[in-house]
């Protein structure tokens, strides 16, 4: 069994006969969607897991976190 990348988006890959991967199957038929869908989101860059809101830089978790880091030294 040979194995080629999808035409599609040159990721996955494919068995030798099909034309585009599970993932742009699905894409296509509309039933698959992104968790992240909106590019807009700001994310924390030190943990990658909390929103920020408006005017931060970091979360306040990890606002917090580094001001105990501080307070121990």
Do not use: Q
């Not at 069994?1 to 742009?24: D, F, H, P, Q």
């Not at 992240?36 to 830089?57: F, W």
């Amino acid at each position: 069994m040979k194995y080629n990348r999808c035409v599609r988006c040159e990721l996955n890959y494919i068995t030798e006969g099909e034309i585009y991967c599970e993932i742009c199957k699905k894409e296509l038929n509309g039933k698959y969607h992104y968790e992240y869908n909106n590019i807009n989101e700001n994310i924390c860059p030190y943990c990658e897991k909390n929103k920020l809101e408006y005017g931060e830089e970091i979360c306040s978790y990890c606002k917090n976190k580094k001001f105990k880091k501080k307070i121990r030294k």
